[in-house]
């Protein structure tokens, strides 16, 4: 079975590359309506609404998942058809790249409120007031933290926990969202942004390791990835997307972060990279970047999903 998982996530990179939003009835969609409806019968907005917001919501993926897989159970081929389709369904490596690409064509143009309607699909600050410099900014950081959200998670989960890995991990971002949208509470929200924390510790960290790796394909420094990696993510105050913002800089040589505004308030940000202002030029190669780790992610993923069919040969 170790084997048809790691074929499924393979076969699910590359149907997300290749067929990409063309087809609807992906898993984001689904599980948003579930989470809209959830939230609507819930009687409060506390904290304890919150968790059983995100309670259900995830535990409706897992046992979703876990379905799939016993229906799977013994049977390879069948087993891998459905990692596969579960794979392609949650990954959004194929929109990233198209939303980032439309970015750095609005960028180019000039067209600052079309750049702020598609940013506004990836990011919740506010960009009413960003200049030409910052929406540039706001774009290659969103494409960052969102490859390892939408790319990077789903697969190593995948390859963790098999379909209940895949659904959770979209679950856990899907939930955060529809729990903050609106103008919702903190206290509602946090059980969800506790949970998307814990869930993206170690793919941020992966991430960041296939940015360094990738970042010459794309004609970046792995060398200024490293250092910036190493040398800025202490700086900042989330253990996750700074990781992730701070290997890019790195990787196209230039600095992220800084003064970043959220409808929660203003945010100091520590300066993440050196070297110049990003412009359309840079939310291009992050988009490329952006592919390469995702190419990256599907092989480590698929590796990792093995292991445990080499280990038992070895034993045996």
């Known amino acids: 079975m170790s084997a048809a998982r790691a074929v499924g996530l393979l076969l699910g990179v590359m149907a997300d590359a290749m067929v990409g939003e063309s087809v609807r009835g992906r898993a984001d969609a689904t599980i948003e309506k579930v989470a809209r409806g959830v939230r609507g019968r819930l009687p409060s907005d506390g904290q304890l609404a919150g968790a059983v917001h995100v309670g259900v919501v995830a535990g409706a993926a897992v046992l979703a998942g876990t379905a799939l897989e016993r229906v799977a159970r013994g049977r390879p081929l069948l087993s891998a058809v459905t990692t596969a389709a579960g794979t392609w369904a949650v990954l959004g490596g ?66 963790l926990a098999g379909m209940p890995g895949l659904l959770a991990s979209r679950a856990a971002g899907v939930v955060g969202r529809v729990a903050t949208e609106g103008g919702g509470s903190r206290r509602f929200g946090l059980p969800a942004a506790c949970l998307d924390t814990a869930m993206n510790l170690l793919p941020t960290r992966v991430t960041a390791a296939l940015t360094v790796a990738g970042a010459p394909v794309v004609g970046g420094s792995a060398g200024g990835a490293w250092r910036a990696l190493r040398r800025d993510t202490v700086l900042h105050p989330d253990p996750n997307s700074g990781r992730v913002v701070a290997a890019y800089a790195g990787a196209l040589e230039i600095r992220l972060g800084g003064r970043t505004v959220y409808p929660d308030g203003v945010r100091e940000l520590p300066v993440l990279g050196e070297g110049r202002n990003p412009d359309a030029g840079h939310v291009t190669r992050a988009v490329e970047l952006s592919r390469v780790v995702g190419w990256l992610a599907g092989a480590t993923s698929a590796a990792a999903a093995l292991l445990p069919a080499v280990r038992r040969g070895r034993r045996g």
């Open 94 to 159: 194929a929109r990233l790249a198209t939303d980032g690409t439309a970015l750095a064509r609005q960028l180019e143009t000039g067209d600052g409120n079309a750049t702020r309607q598609t940013l506004a699909l990836w990011d919740s600050r506010r960009s009413q007031d960003l200049d030409t410099v910052g929406l540039a900014r706001a774009s290659v950081e969103a494409v960052a933290h969102n490859t390892s959200h939408t790319v990077v998670a789903p697969l190593l989960w995948g390859a």
